[in-house]
């Protein structure tokens, strides 16, 4: 069965990929609309990546909305330094000619969840939780509604990315992380425990290039910019790629492993803000609220991403 998926966005070029992946994939993902938030790069950026991603992608009839600008409480943290002055730095990809919708993101996505099934609409988070979690806090009665969350996000036996024990997007809207993580709604984590074993090897990424497409060069452009910092950073043969296991999992969850646990996020300490502090060994008694992906098969994963790619202009 088609599954209805609004995906929650900073398309920086993991998420671009992640965007990419489902649009090629209409047989088993009905991309319903895009939701910017602010997060990678600052909001108007992110918009403007979405509408080039659908261009790139020949979906221009996908509709982009612009939600929060800023985290709940906290100041914007942006991540430049990875991803380059624009977001999506490394292929030249033009100015969109299309245009965002003039509905705020966050009613967006109320209004979905609302007139829909309760239960068929996936939610698929690839940047802060921001607009997820000032929806949940302005309707909280769509928790009962929203089929699921698949998002990615957090770390446990990897630590964190943008601390020593935060990864990036939970550590940017930590506040509307916890609103998430305790709003009973069914989710699915793609930390970096899985992310950081799905690492684009130039031999990876030499595939992607070599499909002769647009959308291949642009996706081996892309990764070929992003990648240099976490190289550097890990020295590893490839870098991680973290948002297109979201769409993976959608597609082929056998590709994954992971349990059910407890995810509490800390909010408190500056020492440890953004911490998904994963109870995986089952120590507190606390009840489960996720489904939290610890391994995955990275060969399948890149075979499945190549195949779809090559089906994109």
Known sequence: MKRKIIIDTDPGQDDAVAILLA?????????????????????????????RVLELA?????????????????????????????????PDLPEPSIRPQTQHGVDYLIDMIKTHAPGELTICALGPLTNLGMAL???PEIAKRIGEIVLMGGGYF???????VAEFNIYVDPDAADIVFRSGVPIVVAPLDLSHMMQATPARLQRIRSLGNRAGQAVFEMLSFSERFDLKKYGTEGAPLHDPCVIAYLLQPNLFEG???????????????????????GVTGRAHNCFFLRSGDAEGFYDLLTARLAKLP
């Open 23 to 51: 649009l090629a994939s209409p047989d088993e993902i009905d991309v319903q609309g895009i939701v910017a938030v602010a997060g990678n790069v600052p909001l108007a950026l992110n918009v403007k990546n979405a509408l």
């Open 58 to 90: 020949g979906r221009p009839d996908v509709p982009v909305y612009a939600g929060c600008e800023r985290p709940l409480r906290r100041r914007l943290v942006t991540a430049e330094h990875v991803h380059g002055d624009t977001g999506l730095d490394g």
């Open 137 to 139: 806090a302005k309707a």
């Open 158 to 164: 990897e630590g964190g990315n943008i601390t020593p």
């Open 259 to 281: 349990r059910r646990i407890n995810v509490t996020i800390e909010t408190g300490s500056e020492l440890t803000m953004g911490m998904t502090v994963a109870d995986y060994w």
